[in-house]
């Protein structure tokens, strides 16, 4: 006997309501700053309300916007080939995934990269255009 699919679109309509901290975190991102949320030595970037182990992160601690690239790939199956990194930032427990541009994309492990910001921020994550290469790589 075959095996029926139906592959059909499904809208499932939410709300998402920022706490706290990712508040802190997005008016953060509008402004052109790294805002972590932090707790019991954990501190997440982008900001979390939770660590792994599950423990509550309700503090929150501004991050400089450059850290070290832990690894990248480039995605060849999207149009141009765009490059992304895993980014810990300067201070957090964690790497976070974002594109990576400016000549970033050649580097390897542990070389260190910035965020370079959009001129208009709304708030989101994609105020960040890229990481590129820090001064310290460039020279």
């Known amino acids: 006997m075959g095996e029926l ?4 679109k499904i809208d499932l309509p939410y709300v998402y309501t920022a706490g706290a901290v990712q508040r802190e975190a997005l008016i953060g991102l509008r402004e ?4 972590a949320s932090c707790g019991d030595g954990y501190v997440s970037a982008p900001a979390t309300p939770f660590a792994p182990d599950g423990t ?3 503090g929150t601690r501004e991050l400089a916007a450059e850290g070290e690239l832990e690894a990248s790939t480039i995605a060849h199956h999207l149009p ?8 810990r930032l300067d201070g957090a427990s964690h790497a976070l995934l974002h ?7 050649a580097l390897g492990p542990g070389a260190r990269v910035r965020a370079v ?5 709304t708030g989101s994550i994609t105020d960040i255009v890229h990481f590129e290469p820090a001064p310290e790589t460039a020279r």
Not at 32 to 35: A, K, L, N
Not at 117 to 121: A, L, N
């Open 99 to 105: 594109r990576l541009g400016g000549g970033a994309e």
């Open 5 to 8: 699919v139906f592959d059909q």
């Open 56 to 58: 509550r992160l309700d």
């Open 117 to 121: 910001w959009r001129e208009e921020r």
């Open 32 to 35: 052109g700053r790294m805002v």
């Open 80 to 87: 141009g080939a765009p490059a992304y990194g895993l980014i």
